[in-house]
């Protein structure tokens, strides 16, 4: 029986409120450059304040992953969190305007506000992210639809959503319902020091996913080792393991088959959504039946798209660009 969604992911629902700042800005405001550091809703409000010609859209990981796909014309769901108020509906009005459906109305109510993000854009592209968790934090099981989650091919979750015990329980229901419906369910990892936090988890999942996507350093931290042997413990332990590496070859290792999907550079413009947009290209490959190849090429031309502009998502047709690789 055919499925209504082909992907559908669970994580947080962030607006992405993106300025460009220099190096010196970064420390006047105390802003640490290049990681993604967690807000309380006063400093947020600050930053928020500081920004210069700021640019609006809806983000968080799993989210911009999605609207990859739905570029890409897959159909795609969003279980997310955000509240009633103007840049919560505007969240949920931008993902189904990008094709993604947005399966949980806005919240209503005396709750926190949506949650949102401000990405200081360097010259050199790096991005400095300051996240005010709001609302999309307290996402819980209760918030996962029984029904989305058994209709999907594949369920895509996000590792943030560990670092609440509410979202463990969302992040286990929605698995535990696709994988009971016959669909295929990964993780991305998100981020190293989310890797540290919660690596006897992480560990565990590695064995239970179908698929598992992270960067060289977030291997490195969950095996707390070099990272050719992390993937080698890796391969041993799940179905399918995805590893990029900034600028360098991508290594993906399913069983005894490996592919190396070498990078061609780009001059980054802003590297938001860089590793979100790698899923979506690789997922599009995966949920139409390409080889670990083919699949790993499809992430890296949608991750180079989406680094030659400012934002998370991409914008040009990322079908179009893989026509012209000769991918499809």
């Not at 190096?23 to 990681?35: F, W």
């Not at 179908?210 to 041993?236: K, M, R």
Request: hydrophobic share 40%; charged share 20%; net charge negative.
């Amino acid at each position: 029986m055919t499925k209504t969604y082909q992907v559908v992911g669970i994580g947080n629902a962030i607006v992405d409120v993106i300025s460009h700042a220099p190096d010196t800005t970064l420390e006047l405001l105390g802003i640490q450059k290049g990681i993604m550091q967690l807000v309380e809703q006063d400093r947020g409000e600050f930053l928020y304040g500081a920004m210069h010609d700021r640019v609006q859209t809806p983000g968080g990981s799993v989210a911009n992953t999605l609207a990859g796909l739905g570029n890409l014309g897959l159909k795609t769901g969003f279980i997310g969190r955000v509240h009633a108020d103007a840049l919560g509906r505007f969240y949920a009005d931008e993902m189904q305007h990008g094709g993604t459906a947005y399966v949980n109305p806005p919240v209503e109510g005396g709750e926190l506000p949506t949650s949102r993000s401000m990405i200081f854009v360097s010259p050199d592209g790096e991005r400095s992210m300051n996240t005010y968790l709001g609302i999309s934090s307290e996402i819980s099981e209760a918030d996962v639809n029984a029904e989305v989650a058994g209709d999907t091919e594949i369920m895509f979750l996000e590792g943030y959503l560990y670092d609440k015990p509410k979202g463990k329980f969302a992040f286990d229901q929605a698995a535990k319902l696709t994988k009971a419906a016959g669909g295929k369910v990964g993780i991305s990892l998100s981020d190293p020091f989310c890797v540290d936090r919660h690596r006897d988890d992480f560990r565990k999942f590695v064995r239970e996913m179908d698929f598992v996507i992270g960067n060289e350093h977030e291997w490195e931290s969950l095996y707390q080792s070099d990272l050719s042997t992390a993937l080698e413990t890796a391969a041993n332990e799940s179905g399918l393991v995805v590893c990029t590496r900034s600028g360098s070859d991508v290594v993906l290792v399913q069983g005894d088959e490996e592919a190396v999907v070498p990078v061609k550079r780009v001059q980054p413009v802003d590297t938001t959504g860089a590793g979100d947009q790698f899923a979506a290209g690789f997922l599009y490959g995966y949920a139409t039946g390409q080889s670990l190849a083919t699949c790993g090429r499809m992430g890296c031309v949608a991750a180079a798209e989406v680094i030659s502009h400012i934002g998370p998502r991409p914008a040009t047709d990322l079908k179009l660009l893989f026509q012209k690789e000769g991918l499809i």
